[in-house]
Each structure stands twice: as C-alpha cells, then as structure tokens.
Nanobody, 114 residues
Framework: QVQLMESGGGLVQPGGSLRLSCTAS????????ARWYRQAPRKERELVAF???????NYSSSVKGRFTISRDSAKNMVYLQMSNLKPEDTAVYLC????????WGQGTQVTVSS
C-alpha cells in the first residue's frame, strides 16, 4: 500500500512563503504524475499544480507565478514552494500520485492571515 504524507503547512502572514513537502513510501513520483490539490471550506477541490515524470509542470491560473512544484526522485518527495501568499490561498493542501491519481495524503493546513 502506497502512503503519502504532507508536511510544512502552518500560519503565515499575507505576502509570506511556505514550502510544503510530500513524502511517498515508494517511487510513485518517479513513474507517475505528482499533483498538489487544495480544499478550502465550502469550495470544490482545486488542482493547484502538477509535475509529470518527464518534469513538465503546470499550474492553476490562481497560483501561477507564485507557486513552484518540484520533485526529488532520490528521496521520493515532491515539494510545493509557495510565495506571495494571499488569504485566498488558505486551504488544506493535499498531495496526490500514482496511476490515475489513486493515492492521497491526509493533507496539511495552510492559513494565510494577518
């Protein structure tokens, strides 16, 4: 059973930065696309960013230019560097991977507030 675990969330002021990490128990990020989603209260789950096994990245329009997704295959980890954070970025951030995105982490809370 593949396990994903996110870390790095917390409370940050508007304009601040955070780096989220996702650790996988296997090398699924090396062979499948890795994705970061976020879930805010009373909103639909949103795909924030993804990175393919070939290293191609893509971002939602709401975070493009502020967030960067990256991968460390040797460590089975995926990162989401978030900069210039805004209150509307407040959400639970979830890591996703595996064939057809079949594996999810528990999520890590990010709160952007002054």
């Amino acid at each position: 059973q593949v396990q994903l675990m996110e870390s790095g969330g917390g409370l940050v002021q508007p304009g601040g930065s955070l780096r989220l990490s996702c650790t996988a128990s296997t090398n699924i990020f090396d062979v499948n696309t890795a994705r970061w989603y976020r879930q805010a209260p009373r909103k639909e789950r949103e795909l924030v960013a993804f990175i393919t096994r070939g290293g191609v990245t893509n971002y939602s329009s709401s975070v493009k230019g502020r967030f960067t997704i990256s991968r460390d295959s040797a460590k089975n980890m995926v990162y989401l560097q978030m900069s210039n954070l805004k209150p509307e970025d407040t959400a639970v951030y979830l890591c996703n991977g595996g064939v057809n995105g079949g594996y999810w982490g528990q999520g890590t809370q990010v709160t952007v507030s002054s």
